[in-house]
């Protein structure tokens, strides 16, 4: 399977090892708005996002969403599975058209053994997991919510952002980003509204879309000022 | 012997490490236990209006197990169908990610996750959303008060609890002033625990008319348990959520109550046909007749098999519900029989049932259900995890046929030793 090598985890794999896992390794395609994986679900796969972008998200018993992260190109997820053996602890969506690679997590053991350095590459995702729920848990304590939604525009942007001719395309809907920034999606509308009076960004069904990436980042700084 | 009993419940009103319902449930024995309660309620009996062909109940020598071939065949098909949805337990995991995988996903969208939220119901996982957490809420304040409305019908009444229980008309006003003093208690949530121990003293005291009655009325433990774990600040809670160990405890006490309220049915044949026999509807249930193996109004032992056939499927469903396999579809399935039996087949008098009804709305809308067989699924994932089918197989198939056998076909031929003629 080709690309794999360009994926961040198996970046210091031997040639044979990554065509070793190639061969192990299985691509599959999801439509926009497809649930790759529930919550509970058994954790049986890693999942590589190759082209796309996901929202991992938790469900309460009320049914509300929190968006816990948006994936892109070159991220893994499903990870916690591997390493604990429990049912998922989260669900994953797709938010576009998005393409992964799915590696059995008995085939990432058998890999792990030969090549350690690839649950070192495991653990440095699931700490960068870790380092964004700590400032997630501080940004709820202390920012508001026009700064929360800045700041995970800018992180999708710089994750799964499009080029397009109108600028930067980040398939993210006021729901998601009200589900990432624990708001009501009415309030998230409304920033996003603001935002795009002020020409930071254009909202469209389903996508928002960035005419000037380094202008938000100053809003953003602006804001944190 | 007063004396004793009123130093007991001092000792344990005292006592504040004690269980938090040993006191009042001192006190409500002591009440009925010591000669206050006067009164008795009849068990009314639905007379038989033609009698029945008791050989078939009996010993048949030189038949398998010595029971008529169509009294073994009912219990066999019972066997079957426990064993069945034993086995699909098991491996109901494999089964729904096969279909979320194959077909769910590449439909995506809302019919996929209607499809999963649906799956999830059927194989009592939690289902996560807002209508249904919603109902979940108000099933649990229905199920709390319901009791309520009941003691208050019953009263209005002049019965205990249901119509059968009609009260002497000596000490009636005594027991409905009772059941009205509970009511209000429970209607306004006040000291669960003390409503809980009420309602298990008076239960206890049913055995004084014998031990079917309270086998008959076991069911309302089910509340009991829920109250009697519930905190003495219960007026000041807006209890909107039953956790997880009082959820699996209204499970068992549930379960069980329908699975003994089945064998009595099996146990008490004349009672049952006599119900049949004045309310004729009930010899129509496509369950009941699929367990009876045909529905022909001329088939000799039609209401002989349908009393075993019936007894067995409320056995089935208590039993299920019990250990907590596919809990969710057997209080379903339980609750449309009790609706139906209450708006169609009995009427009014029934209205009672709508505290069953309640406690499965509890089980069918609850995100808590816990599995009895959990251990043995334990295993099973481990065997599928390691790729060992044969031994997964074993697991499966051994725990299917021999807890589904063992529920049955024991007490079904022990029971036929029992001549219940003359009940």
Redesign the interface.
């Known amino acids: 399977m080709d690309g794999l090598d360009k994926v961040s985890i198996f970046a210091k794999l031997s040639k044979q090892h990554v065509d070793n896992l190639g061969k192990l390794a299985k691509k599959e395609k999801?439509?926009?708005?497809?649930?790759?994986f529930?919550?509970?679900?058994?954790s049986d796969s890693l999942y590589i996002v190759v082209s796309g972008a996901v929202k991992v998200f938790q469900?309460?018993?009320?049914?509300?969403e929190r968006v816990l992260n948006t994936l892109g190109p070159g991220e893994i997820f499903g990870e916690l599975g591997l390493l604990d053996?429990s049912g998922r602890s989260a669900s994953v969506g797709?938010l576009e058209a998005t393409e992964v690679v799915t590696i059995t997590n008995d085939d990432l053991r058998a890999l792990v053994k030969s090549s350690p350095e690839v649950l070192w590459k495991i653990v440095e995702a699931l700490c960068e997991r870790v380092r964004q729920l700590s400032t997630e848990t501080l940004d709820l304590s202390f920012r508001d919510v026009p700064y929360r939604i800045l700041r995970v525009l800018i992180a999708a942007t710089a994750k799964h952002g499009q080029l397009t001719d109108a600028g930067t395309l980040v398939s993210i809907d006021a729901k998601t980003l009200a589900g990432a920034v624990n708001c009501g999606a009415d309030q998230a509308m409304r920033v996003l509204k603001r935002l795009n009076d002020r020409g930071l960004l254009r909202v469209d069904e389903g996508h928002v879309i960035i005419p000037d990436v380094p202008a938000l980042t100053r809003a953003l700084e602006f804001e944190e000022s | 012997m007063q004396q004793d009993i009123l130093n007991g419940v001092r000792a344990a009103w005292k006592d504040r490490a004690a269980s938090r319902f040993t006191a009042p449930l001192t006190f409500v024995l002591a009440m009925l236990g010591g000669g206050v309660a006067v009164a008795h309620e009849r068990f009314v009996k639905h007379n038989l209006r033609f009698p029945l062909k008791y050989e078939f109940f009996g010993r048949w020598p030189g038949k398998p197990l010595g029971l008529h071939p169509d009294h073994l065949m009912i219990g066999i098909r019972v066997v079957a169908i426990l064993g069945a949805f034993f086995a699909i337990w098991f491996i109901r995991?494999s089964l729904t990610?096969f279909v979320?995988r194959t077909f769910l996903?590449k439909v995506?969208?809302v019919v996929?996750?209607w499809g999963?939220q649906f799956a999830c119901f059927l194989t009592d996982?939690?289902v996560?959303?807002?209508?249904?957490?919603?109902l979940g809420e108000w099933a649990v304040i229905l199920f709390l008060r319901s009791p309520g409305l009941v003691l208050m019908f019953s009263a209005t009444n002049d019965s205990l609890v249901m119509p059968s229980y009609p009260l002497d008309p000596a000490s009636a006003s005594i027991f409905k002033f009772a059941q009205v003093g509970l009511a209000i208690l429970i209607l306004t949530q006040t000291w669960l625990p003390l409503c809980g121990a009420m309602i298990v003293g008076t239960w206890l005291y049913l055995f004084r008319w014998g031990w079917m009655v309270a086998i008959d009325a076991v069911p309302v433990l089910t509340v009991a348990v829920v109250y009697c774990t519930s905190p003495w600040q219960s007026h000041k809670l807006p209890i909107t959520k039953i956790n997880a160990s009082q959820m699996r405890l209204l499970r068992i006490v549930l379960g069980f109550g329908f699975l003994a309220l089945g064998w009595l049915k099996v146990y008490n044949h004349n009672l049952v046909a006599g119900v049949a026999d004045n309310a004729p509807s009930v010899l129509n249930d496509p369950m009941v007749a699929m367990l009876m193996g045909t529905n022909d109004p001329n088939y000799l032992w039609r209401r002989e098999a349908w009393v075993i056939a019936f007894g067995l499927a409320e056995v089935m469903s208590g039993f299920m519900v019990m250990i907590g396999v596919f809990t969710r579809l057997w209080a379903t399935i339980m609750a449309f029989m009790f609706t139906k039996l209450m708006l169609v087949d009995f009427g009014w008098d029934e209205i009672p049932h709508i505290y069953p009804i309640a406690a499965m709305l509890v089980v069918i809308f609850s995100?808590q259900l816990t599995s009895e067989v959990d251990p043995i699924e334990k295993l099973d994932l481990e065997a599928w995890?390691a790729g060992k089918p044969i031994k997964r197989f074993l697991i499966v198939g051994t725990t299917a046929l021999v807890g589904s056998v063992l529920v049955i076909i024991p007490l079904l031929y022990l029971i036929s030793f029992i001549d219940r003629t003359a009940m």
């Open positions: 999801f439509g926009k708005d497809t649930t790759i529930f919550q509970d679900d058994r469900t309460a018993d009320d049914g509300k053996a797709t | 995991r990610e979320e996903r995506g969208g996929q996750s999963h996982r939690p996560r959303q807002k209508v249904y957490h919603s995100n995890r």
